[in-house]
């Protein structure tokens, strides 16, 4: 779409910054929320005005993703609405596959607009196979350490495989 993608020349990132509200991106906070780099967590609380524990328990989950080499990764993401899951919970592939509105996506607009995840920030509905690469991008930034805390506020391990050493 001309004009979906506005470079974000300041962060010199690979995947630019979008402004777009067009139908297909409000559908995806229909769908399936994007997820946050570990460093945006403290800024979402701040903004919010609450701690990341109460952030999290109050409006975030755990979402995994699966890799092309069979591994599945972790990384936080707002709560989906949807069944009467909880915040503060891991989603499994399974539930993540079927549609559930954005915790702060309200009456046609993000709440947190001005914080929002990395991966809805950069949102490339009209291209399948970057977003495939964007969250792949997203996923490495998930190390155990960025983990540790979320693992801990859910009560069970968040595995991060380890990386291979060539040889």
Partial sequence: MPGHARKNRASGRAFPVTSCDCELCRAACLNSPGWFTPDQIAPLARHLGLS?????KKHLAVGVTAMSDGTRRYGVMPHKLRDGKKP?????LDEL?????????DRGKCTIHP????????MMHDRPEAAVRLRHAIVPRWTA???APFAEMVGRRLPVPRRRSPG
Avoid: D, H, N
């Avoid at 990341?52 to 999290?56: A, D, K, N, S």
């Avoid at 503060?88 to 499994?92: D, F, I, L, P």
């Avoid at 914080?115 to 950069?122: D, F, G, H, M, T």
């Fill in 115 to 122: 914080v929002r995840p990395y991966e809805c920030a950069r």
């Fill in 97 to 105: 596959a079927r549609p559930g509105r954005c915790v702060f996506y």
């Fill in 145 to 147: 350490a960025a983990l």
């Fill in 52 to 56: 990341i524990g109460e952030t999290f």
């Fill in 88 to 92: 503060g919970s891991v989603w499994t």
